[in-house]
């Protein structure tokens, strides 16, 4: 089945203990994006990147790393986590411009 | 800045009856148009999408929208609402380029009274 997996689906972590959430995706896309969705502000895009070693900031970028070493992971680094990244995060990947992301199930990330 | 708008934040439907959600995006050119459907916990399901050619487009769950280059609108309709369709919709375009950004709006919360 065509999908894109993310670990974990619920996170509970302390500020400042870093963590990954894992993403992969079974399609070959080249394309991969991460998100993140909070009430009232919809869906930002945090990095992304076309292939593999090949990343960029998206629209929220700060306190975030990512990387692509191969073409079907995508894991989201947050290296010394803080209150206001606690939010619902989703992986994302699209072959072409006019297919639209396949996203994965969100991981549900709270930092106290 | 590019930007889209759902100006309903929620709507409530009987169950039968008729459903159109609302979006306008800011003016772009052709610009590439989607809806998703994000039940409760769950990820984004893609509903339908818009790149070119015949401006009503069907999709899946009965759904279909209509794109409106004049109105810089791109709703989305179904005839007889199911119980089953209560979920957030979002609408999403795509303008182009190598960042691959979709841009969202801020989603119609979906209520169905039965």
């Known amino acids: 089945e065509a999908q894109v997996t993310q670990n974990p689906r619920y996170l509970i972590t302390v500020t400042g203990k870093k963590l990954t959430v894992t993403c992969s995706q079974n399609m070959n896309h080249e394309y991969m994006s991460w998100y993140r969705q909070d009430p009232g502000l919809g869906l930002r895009q945090i990095y992304y990147s076309m292939n593999v070693e090949v990343t960029d900031k998206g629209d929220v970028p700060e306190g975030y790393k990512v990387s692509r070493k191969e073409k079907r992971n995508f894991p989201l680094i947050l290296e010394s986590p803080s209150p206001n990244q606690t939010s619902l995060y989703f992986c994302a990947s699209r072959d072409r411009d006019r297919d639209g992301y396949t996203f994965g199930s969100g991981t549900r990330l709270t930092v106290v | 800045a590019q930007s889209v708008t759902q100006p309903d934040i929620h709507i409530t439907v009987s169950e039968g009856a008729s459903l159109e959600l609302r979006c306008n995006y800011s003016y772009g050119a052709t610009p590439y148009l989607f809806w998703y459907v994000q039940s409760p916990g769950q990820g984004l399901q893609l509903l339908l999408k818009y790149f070119s050619g015949d401006t009503l487009v069907q999709g899946i769950k009965g759904f279909e929208a209509e794109f409106k280059r004049s109105q810089s609108s791109f709703n989305l309709r179904k005839p007889s609402v199911h119980w089953s369709d209560a979920a957030e919709y979002f609408c999403?375009?795509?303008?182009?380029?190598?960042?691959?950004?979709?841009?969202f709006g801020k989603g119609t919360k979906l209520s169905v009274k039965p």
């Open positions: 999403a375009v795509y303008y182009g380029g190598s960042q691959g950004n979709l841009i």
